[in-house]
């Protein structure tokens, strides 16, 4: 079946530095994916998506680019901020039928100052 | 604003007793799912609706039941049933298949203690 597979965490960075948060998939068909962020205690908010291969998502300074010839969609950010910390969730849902969401299992990212 | 509410935000619950977690939203979504979070192993997906009156089970319903009798509410029970119900639950709601990708929207989410 379809799956999502997240570095695991956490990721712990300081104020300004690069980031990347690796995300592979395994799917048939052509899957859209997704980027969700999860601050604490709070339900999860979509970040960025990219619907087909070579497409790249972005916002609030996150970037991801759907690479279909290595089943990726890794999230990047130039240069962190303390309010960056949370969870980053992975997703992909297919095209067809029931749009059902998998998630990976997550990836937790701490900026200190 | 729309959105989607969940209540209560916490919830205790002895052992052996059902408790009914609530979900509304006022986005107008066909669908809507229930999820569950539990530390280090992201969302599974307990049930999720298409439309009123029809419901579907995910990967882990057992001890769970869900009822669809209105578009904006999807309660979900967690019965006796369930060993392990203590966990995060989340709700969430799209558009239907077949329209722009459906982007689920999430609730604030309800953490349910089992004493």
């Known amino acids: 079946g379809d799956s999502v597979t997240q570095m695991e965490g956490p990721v712990t960075l300081s104020e300004e530095a690069f980031l990347t948060i690796n995300c592979t998939y395994t799917a048939t068909g052509y899957p859209s994916l997704f980027w969700y962020v999860q601050y604490p205690g709070e339900g999860l908010q979509l970040l960025l998506k990219?619907?087909?291969?070579?497409d790249k998502g972005s916002n609030k300074g996150f970037e991801a680019t759907y690479r279909k010839e290595t089943t990726s969609f890794h999230l990047e950010k130039g240069s962190v901020q303390v309010s960056d910390s949370a969870v980053y969730f992975c997703a992909l849902t297919a095209n067809t039928g029931f749009q059902k969401l998998v998630f990976g299992t997550g990836t937790r990212l701490l900026v200190s100052p | 604003d729309g959105g989607i509410t969940q209540s209560p935000k916490y919830l205790f619950r002895k052992e052996g007793q059902n408790v009914t977690l609530s979900c509304e939203q006022n986005?107008?979504?066909?669908?809507m799912y229930w999820y569950r979070q539990d530390p280090g192993q992201g969302l599974r997906l307990i049930y999720y609706s298409q439309i009123v009156n029809d419901f579907q089970k995910g990967d882990i319903a057992e001890g769970y039941s869900v009822s669809r009798e209105k578009k904006e509410s999807f309660p979900l029970t967690v019965t006796s049933a369930q060993k392990n119900p203590t966990a995060f639950y989340l709700c969430?709601?799209?558009?239907?298949?077949?329209?722009?990708?459906?982007?689920?929207?999430f609730g604030p989410g309800t953490r349910l203690t089992v004493l």
């Open positions: 986005l107008n979504h066909d669908a």
């Open positions: 990219a619907t087909k291969a070579d």
């Open positions: 969430a709601s799209s558009t239907p298949s077949g329209r722009a990708v459906n982007e689920q929207f």
